[in-house]
């Protein structure tokens, strides 16, 4: 499922990102108590990550996260407490990914905060899923990300994304 956020203009494009993000994503992932376990949160800015860090401190059950400052030890607590259950959200940034490239076990659903920099990162996070039948793939973006969008759903699909009336599309 893709999301559509709508700034005005792209200075409010963080705002606007993260208002949808707390008031729309993470309400209905509360209702779904199948969204609430094994779910990384991916988050390609590390200002993105720092404010969603400090939301789940704030409002959200226990977390896990890795960012490219985490300590070996932070690393291997974070990947086990994720696998096993006792944490229900792992919080991970494009930096880390890009220089760690772990295999992260245990996901059933993803939170896409933005899209990545790197197209083969979207298809290798999706294919850390284990179950994906029983799974929830939820991709935030707006009008200033087509490019990155283009290059995960293609040129053909792009412009209807953009520009059309609708603010969610689906694909399976």
Not at 29 to 39: C, N, R
Not at 114 to 134: K, R, T
């Amino acid at each position: 499922m893709f999301y559509r956020t709508s700034p005005t203009m792209y200075s409010d494009d963080p705002d606007a990102r993260f208002k949808f993000f707390t008031d729309k994503i993470m309400a209905n992932v509360i209702k779904s108590a199948l969204l609430q376990s094994h779910t990384l949160i991916f988050i390609p800015s590390y200002f993105d990550f720092t404010r969603v860090r400090s939301f789940f401190k704030e409002e959200m059950p226990p977390f896990a996260k890795l960012s490219e400052y985490s300590s070996n030890q932070d690393i291997s607590r974070a990947r086990g407490d994720f696998f096993h259950g006792k944490v229900g959200f792992l919080l991970l940034t494009e930096r880390f990914h890009f220089y760690k490239r772990y295999k992260i076990r245990g996901i059933k659903n993803i939170i896409f905060y933005g899209l990545p920099m790197h197209d083969i990162f979207y298809s290798e996070l999706v294919n850390f899923i284990e179950e994906p039948q029983d799974s929830t793939i939820m991709t935030m973006y707006s009008r200033y990300d087509s490019m990155a969008l283009e290059r995960v759903v293609g040129t053909k699909n792009v412009a209807r994304m953009i520009k059309g009336e609708k603010d969610s599309f689906l694909y399976s």
